[in-house]
């Protein structure tokens, strides 16, 4: 969209930039300094001279991009940098991961990075939150149902200019309680227990997994972790998060147990020997997928699954526009997604609206997924999950 000379955020070749603070959102080119909303792979990438993100990332951003010189910062705390006012705030889409606020000579944008706010349950009214500092911990008795449970959860800051992904940007997409995705998914290992069959559960090894882990009913079997998801699971508990117990297969002694257990691993592990390794006495394991794309009936198809759980760390449809109404920004640039119908709508609401070119792509979500948007763009499988 066309930049005027005030603009907090404009895009360049190398990523989101902020002129006023000579610095990057997210960049996916190497740069000198880069704020970092979350540790997923196409939002934290390599190369950067200095990062800053958020303390609760910390420990995910190290395990996964090894010596790099990070300035943590607490959920709301200010830092100065020549005259723009940066904080971070909870998106409620990962550990750790943040909306981008910046202030500078009167003037208020927020990039939300990618977050999540389902509109299946309230979430209480985020429109009041203009003060960071009021936002609820995570364990809150105003937690609401609907957040994810891995996570701070998102916080609606106000702003002039809201920066909004739009990954599942489509009315297709509403997301269905999560208690209900939770019950569906332990009543499906609950009766493959019960046929004397391991359940495989996939989904991408940072976040997705850890949200399952979460949800699991630990009464009704072992559950056991692939070895690229339990790092993460020690990066959640460390940062105080509740996971129920995890085993990796190599430490289960008696293979015959595996028969009740649910193996967590991802999307890659597919017909792996790993995989394999689950089916006891002939009975091959059953298998799942959990995704946001698994709404599509396609997706589910290609991916050869016995089942497909909508679960997703995205906003959904509703999600998307009440975050958006909660910001009382009047203008809006849409990133990934289907920027077209976002703006679209957007527009439709009287507020002005555009879209940024990124190179951020749902590899999270997707996981080795080939899925066609409607809108044209293509999400690539992801190359760097480890096979075993
Ligand atoms: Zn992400
Ligand atoms: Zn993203």
Redesign the pocket.
């Known amino acids: 969209m066309t930049a005027t000379p005030s603009d907090l955020v404009i895009e360049r070749p190398a990523g989101l930039y902020c002129p006023a603070g000579d610095f990057y959102i997210d960049p996916w080119r190497p740069v000198d300094r880069a704020v970092i909303t979350h540790a997923?792979a196409?939002?934290a990438r390599t190369g950067h001279a200095h990062y800053l993100a958020t303390a609760r990332s910390e420990g995910v951003l190290r395990a996964r991009l090894g010596a790099i010189t990070l300035q943590p910062l607490a959920y709301g705390e200010v830092v100065v940098h020549r005259g723009v006012r940066i904080s971070l705030h909870p998106a409620g889409h990962v550990l750790g991961s943040a909306q981008v606020r910046l202030e500078h000579a009167g003037r208020v944008w927020v990039a939300s990075?990618?977050y999540f706010v389902s509109g299946a349950g309230a979430t209480g009214d985020a429109g009041s939150a203009g003060d960071s500092s009021a936002a609820g911990g995570v364990d809150g008795e105003a937690r609401a149902l609907e957040d994810n449970l891995t996570c701070d959860p998102f916080e609606a800051v106000r702003c002039d200019c809201f920066i909004t992904?739009s990954?599942f940007g489509l009315p297709i997409y509403r997301w269905r309680p999560q208690r209900e995705v939770y019950a569906d998914i332990n009543a499906w290992w609950s009766a493959n227990a019960d046929a004397g069959r391991a359940s495989l559960l996939m989904g991408y090894s940072f976040g997705k997994a850890q949200r399952l882990l979460a949800g699991l009913d630990e009464s009704i079997g072992p559950i056991v972790v692939h070895s690229a998801v339990e790092p993460l699971n020690r990066a959640y508990r460390a940062a105080g998060i509740r996971l129920p117990a995890t085993t990796l297969l190599g430490d289960v002694a008696d293979k015959s147990s595996l028969r009740r257990a649910i193996a967590v691993g991802p999307p890659s592990v597919q017909g792996s020997s790993w995989a394999k390794a689950f089916t006891v006495d002939g009975a091959e394991a059953s298998e799942a997928f959990a995704s946001g794309w698994m709404q599509l009936r396609g997706a589910r198809r290609r991916r050869a699954v016995d089942r497909g759980f909508v679960l997703s760390d995205?906003a959904d449809w509703p999600g998307l526009q009440r975050a958006i109404a909660a910001t009382g920004a009047e203008r809006v640039i849409v990133?990934?997604g289907y920027e077209a119908v976002m703006v679209r709508w957007l527009e439709q609401q009287g507020l002005q609206a555009g879209a940024f070119r990124t190179e951020?792509?749902?590899r999270?979500e997707a996981s080795g997924e080939i899925e066609s948007a409607p809108s044209g763009q293509t999400i690539e499988p992801r190359a760097d999950v480890p096979a075993d």
């Open positions: 997923h196409d939002h990075g990618d992904e990954t995205h990133t990934h951020y792509g749902d999270d």
